[in-house]
């Protein structure tokens, strides 16, 4: 079974910085793309940034330029490296992986972690 655990979350202060990491766990024989998404209190979860299968990053407006993904294959781990944070930021984080090849899996699964609240906040 394929799980995936974010860290790195907590609270900081408008324009300070801070790095989440999402680790995928189980068997796996590949990932295509590894992603992060947000979901602030009273509205939908939103799309931040995705490193794709092929090297690419991309990024929302709102955060392009501040945040950046990085991504270690050998580890199957993905981060978010956040930076000039202001309170429209704060949310929960969640960290994806897209088309997930898995031991038993007969076809490739897309996962989600649990979340990593991010306050920023004075």
């Known amino acids: 079974q394929v799980q995936l655990r974010e860290s790195g979350g907590g609270l900081v202060q408008p324009g300070g910085s801070m790095r989440l990491s999402c680790a995928a766990s189980?068997?796996?024989?590949?990932?295509?793309?590894m992603a992060w998404h947000r979901q602030a209190p009273g509205k939908q979860r939103e799309f931040v940034a995705v490193?794709?299968?092929?090297?690419?990053?991309y990024y929302a407006d709102s955060v392009k330029g501040r945040f950046t993904i990085a991504r270690d294959n050998a580890k199957n781990t993905v981060y978010l490296q956040m930076n000039s944070l202001t309170p429209e930021d704060t949310a929960v984080y969640y960290c994806?992986?897209?088309?997930?090849w898995g031991l038993g899996s007969p076809s490739p699964t897309d996962y989600w972690g649990q979340g990593t609240q991010v306050t920023v906040s004075s």
């Open positions: 994806k992986a897209d088309r997930v």
């Open positions: 189980g068997t796996i024989f590949g990932i295509e793309g």
């Open positions: 490193f794709t299968g092929d090297g690419n990053t």
